[in-house]
């Protein structure tokens, strides 16, 4: 098993920055990808970004330029920095840890960009 604890949301103003952090429970990293996902009233979940288990990372094209996902393996922590944000980024960002049929998600931070 795997927890995942958000952190970091808030309200923020247009063009204002936000950084999101995912604590892991043990040290999964190595062998997990980690994503960050969102979900905005009425709308599915969608991916945000990604970073694989040997490093490499995707952005979804909405994002690309604006946010960054990083981590720290000696605080089993995930980040997800996002400047420049926009009104509709507003959504419940998730943690999410996969590795073949385990999957993992944590209980979600509420970001709201608004003037």
């Known amino acids: 098993q795997v927890q995942l604890v958000e952190s970091g949301g808030g309200l923020v103003q247009p063009g204002g920055s936000l950084r999101l952090s995912c604590a892991a429970s043990r040290s999964i990293f190595s062998i997990y990808a980690m994503g960050w996902y969102r979900q905005a009233p009425g709308k599915q979940r969608e991916l945000v970004a990604a970073i694989l288990s040997g490093g490499s990372t995707n952005y979804a094209d909405s994002v690309k330029g604006r946010f960054t996902i990083s981590r720290d393996n000696a605080k089993n922590t995930v980040y997800l920095q996002m400047n420049s944000l926009k009104p509709e980024d507003t959504a419940v960002y998730y943690c999410?840890?996969?590795?073949?049929?385990?999957?993992?998600w944590g209980q979600g931070t509420q970001v709201t960009v608004s003037s």
């Open positions: 999410n840890a996969r590795r073949f049929t385990s999957n993992y």
